[in-house]
């Protein structure tokens, strides 16, 4: 399998460590980014496959991030979004929709939920 890269954006260590070390077995390389300005320089510098935001962290959510990443010229403009998020609300949905993500899970969810959703959007994407 190719290396795609993915970008994982989440303020929860736990969480990162453990969706990092989830996908890592599959094959994947991780950037991690502990808050939405740490995930806004990454973005700006290198090009990922896969882009995972957490809706609420530190500087910047996840949502402020996405409609950055599609408003700005980036190398990540197009990049597939997954949006990990404890808020269910239909309202918070049209707002990740708004901002162009691609993906909504909600939490708790397995990392397996996760590991199959990230394959269909990079299967997808075929690059």
């Known amino acids: 399998m190719a290396n795609y890269h993915i970008l994982l954006a989440d303020d929860e260590a736990a969480l990162r460590f453990l969706l990092t070390e989830t996908l890592a077995d599959e094959g994947y390389e991780i950037t991690e980014a502990e ?5 806004l320089d990454y973005l700006q510098e290198k090009r ?3 882009i995972i935001l957490d809706y609420m962290m530190p500087e910047r959510t996840g949502v402020e991030v996405c409609e950055w990443l599609r408003s700005h010229g980036n ?14 609300l239909e309202k918070d949905r049209e707002r990740a929709k708004e901002a162009g993500v691609t993906q909504y ?3 708790p969810f397995s990392p397996l939920q996760l590991l199959d959703t990230v394959e269909d959007l990079i299967g997808k994407s075929g690059s």
């Not at 808050?35 to 995930?39: H, I, K």
Request: aromatic residues 4%; without cysteine; neutral net charge.
């Open 35 to 39: 808050d939405g300005q740490g995930a």
């Open 48 to 50: 990922f496959d896969l």
């Open 75 to 88: 190398p990540n403009r197009d990049t597939p979004v997954i949006l990990l998020t404890a808020k269910a």
């Open 105 to 107: 899970i909600v939490k």
